[in-house]
């Protein structure tokens, strides 16, 4: 490393001001910065010092999404073989092996599209680079189907940080999380490819070599026609992730060991990931109470190990920027989230799985949310300010 770092400082002077390519120094920050810790350090006014960046607390982040990356490539290709029958022929590594280059393509065009874009926009307002897309760039293979076209994700991946990222003025900035920007934008621009029974399988939209009698259909699938009763899914495995859905989003385990990390290191909020599950654990007990089909009486728990919900709660939801602020605002963030997601997705009949609308809906609400509960506080002080004063 040392020898690396030496390397670096003696192109540096290359990329500042002044220097032969002064252009591309947004560029040059975050490669510096992404291997070694800024030495820049304050020198006056009132700070807190940390021996962790942002980019440090980013990568944590990415970290604890490597489980269900993982799990989610295994599972790509499970289901590919499972469906052209070579199920039992294929061993593990056969398995996560044709799973990760069906996966690594959707990552590495996420990344391009989206560092490339901020690098430019760095470098024309001359700062450097965020550290939120570091993040961004796996969330958004992950929410997104194995089939999805590659040209879909870079103009997915462009709107989400152009329209819902830079407009407000940059990372930071934003209040809509990144990442479901970008599958809103799919969801709404391209439903087939995003919806329907074929896209959650690598391979089946051609239906080359098929089986007969294998359908791809998701569980969500299943309870919003009516047909849970020919459900081939056990609630266990619901919860391990062997059944359809977008690559990341399948397997709880895998998300809660994450959850784990996040939670462990401080990084991500155990208020709203509990309230979360709280809020869709309830509504899905309200919706148990007055059941007419069969989405209504989907157990209120099974709710919360099927969809996208597990992966929203813990890793949409805790988004820093676009959650809420306040320690007693993040409850009822969270909380309103699970309710709304599970609302969302049983009475919406053209619209099986409501987590994406429903953090969408309340990273608009959250400011509101903050400022309902710092006026509260603000006159309960007062209350209690006129009273020891009477």
Known sequence: ?????????????????????????????????????????????????????????????????????????????????????????????????????????????????????????????????????????????????????LWMVAVATAFAVIIGVEVFGGAGMNILNPALTARAFLFFAYPSEMSGNKVWIAGLNDGSGVIDGFSGETVMGYAASDKLEAMPFSPMDMFMGTIPGSIGETSTLAILIGAIILIYTGIGSWKIIISVFTGGLLMGFILNLFAVNDYMSVPAWQHLIIGGF?????????????????????????????????????????????VMLAILLMNVFSPLIDHYVVEANIKRRMKRFETSNS
Do not use: C
Request: charged share 15%.
């Open 310 to 354: 597990a992966f929203g709660a813990v890793f949409m939801a805790t988004d820093p920027v676009s959650a809420a602020q306040t320690e007693k605002g993040k409850y009822i963030y969270g909380f309103l989230i699970g309710i709304l997601a599970i609302l969302i997705r049983v009475l919406n009949p053209a619209y099986p799985e409501g």
């Open 1 to 149: 490393m040392k020898g690396l770092r030496k390397l670096l400082d003696t192109i540096k002077p290359n990329f500042e001001i002044g220097g032969k390519l002064e252009k591309f120094h947004s560029l040059f920050d975050a490669f510096e910065t992404l291997l070694f810790v800024p030495n820049k350090v304050t020198h006056s006014g009132s700070h807190i010092r940390d021996a962790i960046d942002m980019k440090r607390t980013m990568i944590i982040v990415v970290l604890a999404m490597i489980p269900a990356l993982l799990f989610g490539m295994w599972n790509v290709g499970y289901f590919h073989f499972l469906s052209i029958g070579e199920i039992a022929a294929k061993s593990f590594w056969q398995l996560l092996g044709y799973g990760f280059f069906k996966v690594l393509p959707i990552i590495v065009v996420s990344y391009a599209t989206g560092l490339t874009i901020e690098i430019i926009f760095s470098q024309i307002r001359k700062h450097d680079v965020p550290e939120g897309f570091f993040v961004t760039g796996m969330l958004i293979p992950l929410i997104m189907p194995v089939d999805v076209p």
